[in-house]
């Protein structure tokens, strides 16, 4: 139980390799830091999980309770495809396509760092200075707090309609289609965690406003269940510029969907999607330092 | 008359309680302004192929996300009302003082929700209510009779979205970890109320089981009232029958649980 | 001459000797030794007492000097104020105002003040949670707020009103979690382990879920949790709050034997002052953000006239209580409430008064921090600087 196999290698922590750091550290130092952040991470993550074990009930109740309520949005699209044939012009596997390739993504970085929006209210209530005593980075401690096994519903239900969409869908196979699965779904993952890692930032200034993320992680995710060809253009741009979340699913799935890109972006943007994550990721850390920094300078 | 006064001074510390915090309520605002973003143009790409689907039009369809944004936190349709509290002080014995309070337990929560309900009204829906007005093609009344007829449906709405999360917190007498019941309140709250999707829209026999349930008195029976599609009168009957038939359910299960403390002794 | 207690203490249980010796409020003031023995000889400035023999010199401090370093240490905030819905007006608030102060290593120091005086900040600098505006500071030869890290595997802290404990989770998976986490060699760990569950009595404790444990078996589980990795200088704010008289003798007396033979260096803050009366040779005062006194308690008790108070229940109704040495300061039916010098001893005046009235109980109160704070410096009542910071 206290060594959690696979979990050392969530996507998209947002590590501080692969940018310059303002404070100096070296990049063996950092090295050393992601180390120590994901060995605190499971230490912590392992707690969690047995605490959760404490209520079995309770536990595989939630689970269930997970899995139903990911399963809420598919019963809309389920709805909506009992009285249409097409929406945006995309048949109900396409969007089926689409929504489990974005609801494993956001359930994975939701599994990962799923409670880092609670960073407001241990802001607020002052146990955010108990984990800076520790000798672990805060980020770690805070994305591996609450840790919580049943927010796998979230990713097994993406997965079953993934499975689904795929098993209706007439995908002619490549090794670049088959090699880009993957890397989607963590590079989808990684996005999502660094607009947790984001939000959770931004908390440190507003400790109250924990709510906006939720139009980010949950919204974000409830955009790219549809085609993007349902949005107006400004939103799709904005979505693909500004907040790169297209890069989660619309774009590499419309190079394995042999659609036309959305924004008429050229065809190698379907493989963009890790340097993308990486730049959010790397943004969203500096974004955590900034507001770590002002926290302690201020302390609220 | 003395009792009047006690359960509006309850109301009033409801509404303040949740005007306190000013940053939460903006990001509310805002995040429910996003949702809305959002679903407006799924809804949109449904009624672009069949565009008098369930008997609404496009700009009824988009009127519908804009108030369902509204009504979401006011009528706690996915729960985050009182009834959190109310459940922590069960859970953890509180609620014994409150047993012993001049005052009855149903009508203290009831009263603390409505407060609750009418600052969630005025500071979260209003806002992205008129947002969805200004920039998309909205379906508004511009007869005052309309307005005056939905706004009818409000209070009965509280009515029936208290009367169900009251029963859902009153199961933490019975169950150690009420947190399935939540859930499952949750997910009925946001399937059954129209929040998903227009419950006109949802096919057959379905779609005439989840009209004849409670939560379709908070978001759909308003709706359609305000989109001239039923009948207020009518309507009234239909929310007021099931306000009734909850809170009285609520009286009674109260009844059986507060028996439940005294023998335990608290 | 200063640590006569923990010996015997660990013989009698530390329970019984400081219940029967030192409550306040019940046996009768006979055996309580007037001032305490630590603050009782020492002049103002005990630095360096606690460093006899007991340091351990461990790399990094600097052996026998000081071991905490304030050197004109500042803290501004920049506070906000709502004025209006949408208005706000900042304004500069000085919670820390050019502190400075050393403690050498192995001394165990009170540090008192007001509601917003600047102590929980000085703690927050000291363990690299706050970034200091200016001035210099070290721990241990380190900068906390730049390696705080570093620092962390070398110092303890128990904050006493939050527990770091894991709630659903048997006490024992909190301590094995502090053992990975900071990496404590295994015997090392399970020396440190032992010891603490000895002395702090949580034998039985171990397996039971955090959440089933009392205040008191809580706190002491937390202070066990904060000195499993073998911590130079521990940092406890308000330890013995909201405890039961025996789990406040029991945290007392260890944090004086842990003080003793390990020479680690406390610092607590707090507001009760038996706290201070029984564990601390020396005392600081912060209000203001500055620091206001800095030596032994009795010479607080001086400097602030601070006076106890003796409760006596006569038979009777009687007419005031006349004597040199106390004043009566109330009436009420049979009780009396008379003021005597915290300095001095309970014994001559009951032994008085005994002598020539007809006593049936009696009981001695302290004076509050609150209140000899206030005293020190002429405030009107003890929360006046209240809201002045945070």
Request: proline share 6%; net charge neutral.
């Amino acid at each position: 139980m206290a060594d959690l196999p696979g979990l050392t290698d969530v996507p998209g922590l947002p590590g501080p390799t692969g940018f310059t750091d303002p404070t100096g550290f070296t990049r063996t130092e950092q090295r050393g830091r992601l180390r120590e952040g994901l060995r605190a991470y499971r230490l912590i993550a392992a707690m969690w999980i047995r605490s959760t074990m404490a209520y079995r009930v309770s536990f595989l109740m939630t689970t269930v309770g997970n899995f139903a309520a990911s399963g809420l949005d598919f019963a809309a699209i389920l709805l909506m495809f009992s009285r249409v044939d097409a929406l945006g012009g995309y048949s109900l596997p396409e969007v089926a396509f689409l929504y489990g390739l974005t609801t494993v993504s956001f359930g994975l970085a939701d599994l990962a760092i799923g409670s880092m929006d609670r960073l407001g209210r241990r802001v607020r209530d002052g146990t955010l200075d108990m984990l800076l005593v520790r000798p672990a980075p805060v980020l770690a401690q805070v994305a591996a707090d609450r840790f919580a096994l049943r927010r796998l519903g979230r990713v097994t239900q993406g997965l079953l309609v993934t499975g689904y969409a795929l098993s209706r869908l007439d995908l002619h196979w490549t090794l670049p289609k088959l090699l880009l699965m993957p890397v989607m779904l963590l590079s989808g993952g990684g996005i999502f965690c660094a607009v947790f890692v984001a939000g959770a930032a931004f908390q440190f200034a507003a400790q109250d406003a924990s709510e906006v993320q939720n139009a980010f992680t949950y919204g974000g995710t409830t955009l790219l269940q549809y085609p993007p060809t349902v949005f107006a253009k400004e939103l799709v741009r904005g979505v693909t510029y500004v907040l790169p979340l297209a890069f989660v699913n619309w774009l590499p799935a419309a190079y394995v969907l042999g659609r036309p890109y959305p924004l008429g972006l050229p065809a190698w943007t379907a493989f963009a999607s890790p340097l993308v994550a990486a730049a959010c990721c790397a943004l969203a850390g500096l974004a955590w330092r900034a507001g770590l920094r002002s926290y302690r300078s201020t302390g609220s | 008359m003395g009792a009047g006064r006690l359960y509006a001074a309850v109301a009033a510390g409801g509404f303040r309680r949740y005007a306190t915090y000013r940053a939460a309520t903006l990001a509310g605002v805002f995040t429910n302004t996003v949702f809305g973003l959002i679903l407006v143009y799924t809804y949109l790409a449904l009624w672009d192929v069949r565009p008098h689907l369930g008997g609404y039009d496009r700009t009824q369809a988009v009127t519908f996300v804009w108030l369902g944004q509204a009504f979401l936190s006011t009528l706690a349709i996915g729960g985050g009302g009182v009834e959190d509290e109310l459940m922590e002080r069960i859970r953890t014995g509180d609620i014994a003082v409150d047993l012993y309070r001049p005052a009855d337990l149903q009508l203290w929560w009831l009263s603390a929700d409505l407060g609750r309900a009418v600052f969630q009204l005025v500071g979260r829906g209003v806002v992205p209510f008129v947002f969805g007005a200004l920039f998309f093609p909205a379906a508004l009344p511009s007869d005052p009779v309309t307005w005056l007829a939905f706004a009818g449906t409000l209070p009965l709405a509280m009515l029936v979205s208290f009367g169900i999360r009251f029963l859902v917190a009153l199961s933490a007498f019975w169950l150690l970890d009420g947190t399935g019941v939540v859930q499952m309140a949750w997910l009925a709250g946001y399937f059954c109320s129209g929040m998903l999707l227009p419950l006109n829209v949802f096919p057959g026999a379905l779609g005439e089981t989840v009209r004849a349930l409670p939560w379709s008195s908070m978001l759909q029976a308003p709706a359609d009232v305000l989109l001239g599609h039923a009948d207020p009168l009518a309507t009234y009957a239909f929310q007021g029958a099931w306000a009734v038939a909850l809170l009285a359910a609520g009286r009674l299960v109260q009844s059986l649980a507060t028996r439940r403390v005294v023998v335990q002794g608290g | 001459m200063p640590m006569d207690g923990p010996t015997e203490e660990r013989d009698g249980g530390p329970g019984e000797d400081s219940l029967g010796a030192r409550r306040p409020g019940g046996d009768g003031p006979g055996a309580r030794r007037p001032g305490g023995d630590g603050a009782g000889g020492d002049g103002p400035g005990g630095e360096g007492l606690g460093g006899e023999g007991l340091g351990r010199g461990g790399p990094g401090g600097a052996p026998g000097g000081a071991f905490i370093e304030l050197d004109r240490v500042e803290k501004v905030f920049d506070v906000r104020k709502r004025t209006g819905f949408l208005r706000s007006e900042r304004r500069r608030v000085r919670a820390v105002d050019a502190l400075s102060f050393t403690v050498a290593r192995g001394e165990m120091v009170g540090y008192i003040g007001p509601n917003g005086a600047g102590k929980s900040t000085t703690i927050k600098m000291l363990t690299g949670i706050l970034t200091p505006s200016g001035g210099r500071l070290r721990v241990a030869g380190i900068d906390p707020s730049r390696e705080r890290t570093r620092l962390a595997r070398r110092i303890g802290v128990v904050f006493g009103q939050r527990t770091t404990l894991w709630w659903d989770l048997p006490l024992i998976d909190s301590y094995r979690l502090m053992h990975r986490m900071y990496r404590i060699p295994d015997a090392r760990y399970r020396e440190n382990l032992d010891r603490c569950v000895q002395l702090l009595e949580l034998a039985d404790l171990l397996d039971v879920p955090v959440r089933q444990l009392s205040l008191g078996q809580r706190m002491r589980g937390d202070i066990a949790a904060a000195l499993l990795h073998d911590p130079e200088v521990l940092y406890l704010d308000e330890p013995t709050i909201g405890l039961d008289v025996i789990s406040k003798a029991k945290v007392r007396g260890f944090l004086r034997d842990l003080n003793a033979e390990r020479g680690t260096t406390v610092l607590l803050t707090t507001h009760d002052l038996q706290d201070i009366e029984q564990l601390c040779s020396r005392v600081m005062v912060i209000d203001h953000g500055r620091l206001m006194y800095d030596g032994p308690l009795a010479g607080l008790h001086e400097a602030g006239e601070s006076e106890r108070t003796l409760v006596v229940d006569l038979e009777r109704e009687l007419p005031p209580i006349e004597l040199p040495t106390a004043r009566v300061v109330r009436v009420e039916g049979p009780r009396q409430w008379l003021a005597f010098p915290a300095g001095s001893s309970a014994a001559p005046l009951v032994a008085l008064i005994a002598e020539r009235y007809p006593l049936v109980d009696l009981s001695v109160r302290e004076p509050d921090i609150e209140a000899v704070i206030a005293r020190m410096y002429g405030r009107p009542a003890p929360n006046a600087a209240e809201g002045a910071v945070s």
